[in-house]
């Protein structure tokens, strides 16, 4: 009896065939300077068949945590799978990423533009590109995110509540926390979940800044996801599992009471009790400030770093 293989992977017009592994590219664009912009893609295709499971970052070019989770599975040889495919997307946003921006040049957002046109906005044909070229093929998702501007993330699942499969997927991942978040028109979650691939959002660290536990965590979790598809067969002892995530159900932002100098009280990702301290709002003359206190029992799950803020700025979100 013959033994079924595994389906080819075709991107950019070069296939990939079970048992094979390739970097190929998708050509998105020009500089002014008319060089070539293209995105790289890391495809490796099992013998045996499986899931095909997309491990994408840097849709957002500032966020490099993201990055550098993909580029270490890389560099460590994460992806050495016994079935299926992994599609592994270092960079989606490469002129976001060369320019230490979230967008692209034209001012869009990558993440709003989904599903695309072909001759749109330049957001646009990349997401166009994407979906034809990478997102019919996969058939889970996994995409890689960094807190905005000066937020913190302390390591967060964000899934959709609507897809069953996208909540199993986000307690395979094991994150220190996760809770479901709305689509959003226009983003890449929401253009999968019309697609019916369930796909989970991993949030961990700041914007431009390398964050070890934030880049570990997500390494963990990925791992955990090939593992649960048998795809690989063990993860070595310094990927251990958690024994708990805390999932939070209701959550909140907390905001700035007045503008002024931001003092943050606690540790990103601890347990909070109602009515603590956990930050204050002060002038630069130390006579006025204002404390910002637990709103109930739960967990501080992002801190914004930034020193000086306005009325009305996100502090702390918070969750229980």
């Not at 060369?98 to 695309?116: A, E, L, Y």
Request: proline residues 5%; positive net charge.
């Amino acid at each position: 009896m013959e033994v079924e293989e595994n389906k080819d992977i075709v991107i950019g017009g070069d296939t990939v065939s079970p048992g094979e592994q390739k970097l190929l590219t998708i050509s998105i664009d020009r500089l002014p300077t008319g060089t070539l912009i293209d995105i790289p893609v890391y495809v490796f295709n099992a013998k045996k068949p499986g899931p095909t499971v997309l491990v994408q970052a840097g849709l957002h070019g500032d966020e490099i945590n993201g990055i550098e989770i993909v580029r270490r599975m890389l560099h460590e040889k994460r992806f050495k799978i016994t079935k299926g495919a992994v599609i592994a997307v270092p960079i989606l946003n490469i002129f976001g990423f060369i320019h230490f921006s979230r967008d692209v040049p034209d001012g869009k957002d990558v993440n709003r533009s989904f599903p695309g046109t072909k001759s749109g906005s330049m957001a646009s044909r990349i997401a166009y590109h994407y979906v034809s070229e990478i997102m019919h093929q996969m058939d889970y998702g996994i995409d890689l995110h960094t807190g905005g501007s000066q937020r913190h993330n302390f390591p967060q699942i964000r899934y959709t509540i609507e897809d069953g499969e996208s909540v199993e997927l986000a307690k395979v991942f094991n994150a220190p926390f996760s809770f479901s978040s709305r689509l959003i028109r226009g983003s890449f979650r929401n253009a999968a979940f019309k697609m019916k691939k369930p796909t989970i959002v991993f949030e961990a660290g700041e914007s431009m800044r390398f964050d070890d536990f934030a880049i570990s965590e997500g390494m963990q979790g990925i791992l955990n996801v090939l593992k649960h598809f048998k795809m690989i067969t063990k993860i070595e002892p310094r990927y251990t599992e958690r024994s708990t995530s805390v999932h939070i159900q209701d959550r909140k932002w907390l905001r700035a009471p007045t503008a002024g100098m931001f003092i943050p009280e606690i540790t990103n990702g601890c347990e909070l009790k109602k009515g603590q301290q956990i930050g204050m709002v002060t002038d630069t003359y130390a006579k006025n400030s204002k404390k910002i206190k637990a709103p109930y029992d739960g967990y501080v799950f992002c801190i914004n770093h930034q020193a000086v803020v306005n009325q009305g700025d996100a502090l702390f979100h918070v969750g229980r």
